[in-house]
């Protein structure tokens, strides 16, 4: 199954890409137990530093799992870890990011995405979207809650337009877009308007307003932009 490898690009890196091939292919299972480093050295003919290097690769990637004694198994790859990774990266990068860029992001992402979800959404869709209104209300002076009842409803937007790709894209960079969208929930009264904001989407997306939807989106996403850059205006 393995293959021994030669000196071209680093060992450890064509150790890494053989495993991930086998993974793919289907020839290494979820939840199964990988080699030992020991055996993987003997297939690899390699040393134990590029064995180590290897696995370390995959564990960073989430395609692997180490259990300290009781060995490495292949993990079953979610949207959950690929997003809690982008968490860290952003945590540690967050200087990078314009407020700007995420707005722009997000109106080529959820513009369209309302127009989907009011075209498609189903009745479960709307029953899950008035919850996350009705529990908006509910803690509108709760700045934490409220900001992640906002990505829940965006989410569900997204989820409403019935396309997986869209859910995986916007679900990767769901812990960035909260962590902007609490920043803007600072200023005094935004809590409230942007809850009414929300509604007004809902509206649009319950009457099946295609074009509608999309106007209250833009609406709530020029607003977005508005209120971040101002509260970090007053931040300085």
Do not use: W
Request: proline share 1%; with cysteine.
């Amino acid at each position: 199954m393995y293959e021994p490898v030669f000196r071209q690009d680093k060992l450890s890196y064509q150790v890494a890409n053989q495993i991930e091939e086998l993974y793919l292919k289907g020839e290494l299972a979820t939840g199964s137990r990988l080699a030992t480093e020991r055996e993987l050295c003997e297939k690899f003919n390699v040393s134990r530093t590029v064995i180590r290097e290897a696995l370390n690769i995959l564990n960073a990637k989430g395609l692997l799992e180490t259990q300290p004694g009781s060995g490495t198994y292949i993990q079953q790859i979610e949207v959950d870890n690929i997003s809690e990774v982008f968490k860290l990266y952003y945590a540690r990068n967050k200087d990078k990011y314009e407020i700007e860029k995420i707005a722009e992001f997000r109106r080529i992402i959820e513009i369209q995405s309302a127009k989907l979800a009011a075209a498609n959404r189903t009745d479960e869709n709307v029953k899950k979207l008035q919850e996350i209104i009705e529990g908006m209300d509910e803690n509108v002076t709760n700045r934490k809650k409220i900001s992640k009842l906002d990505i829940e409803f965006h989410m569900e937007i997204i989820h409403s337009t019935q396309n997986t790709f869209l859910e995986l894209i916007y679900t990767l960079f769901s812990n960035l877009i909260e962590s902007f969208v609490e920043f803007s929930n600072i200023l005094p009264g935004r809590t409230e308007a942007s809850a009414k904001s929300h509604k007004a989407i809902l509206k649009r997306i319950v009457n099946k307003d295609i074009e509608g939807a999309a106007v209250e989106m833009e609406k709530h996403m020029k607003n977005f932009e508005r209120i971040s850059l101002l509260t970090k205006k007053r931040q300085k």
